[in-house]
């Protein structure tokens, strides 16, 4: 599937996660400290947890229920509880928009 249009860059702040939707899929989109854009499977894998609701920190997302970071770029979970990582989503900046390719990396 191609990549799709969510909004300007510029709408989303450093270290934000913003939580949409793309066919049925809950992604997490997230701005680094660094101002890199994410893109992450927006539900904990430990709990039904929304992980855009959590703690952006640095390159990571940290479930606010039970404290697991994920790392933006590989979805692997840094800290337990949880232990499975959750999807990578491709992201590019177009003219000042971010795209999300809604077909998983890992």
């Given at each position: 599937m191609a990549a799709i249009k969510i909004l300007p860059e510029a709408d989303l702040?450093?270290?934000?996660?913003?939580?949409?939707?793309?066919?049925?899929?809950a992604i997490a989109l997230v701005k680094d400290s660094a101002g890199v854009c994410h893109a992450i499977g927006d539900t904990c894998t430990h709990g039904d947890i929304s992980l855009s609701e959590g703690?952006?920190?640095?390159?990571?997302?940290e479930c606010w229920a039970h404290g697991s970071k994920f790392d933006l770029k590989?979805?692997?979970?840094?800290?337990?509880?949880?232990?499975?990582?959750?999807?990578?989503?491709?992201?590019t900046i177009v003219d000042g928009d971010i795209y999300i390719d809604p077909t998983p990396t890992a």
């Open positions: 702040e450093p270290n934000q996660a913003l939580r949409i939707t793309i066919d049925d899929k703690f952006v920190e640095d390159d990571t997302l590989s979805g692997k979970p840094l800290t337990l509880p949880a232990y499975e990582p959750v999807p990578v989503y491709p992201v």
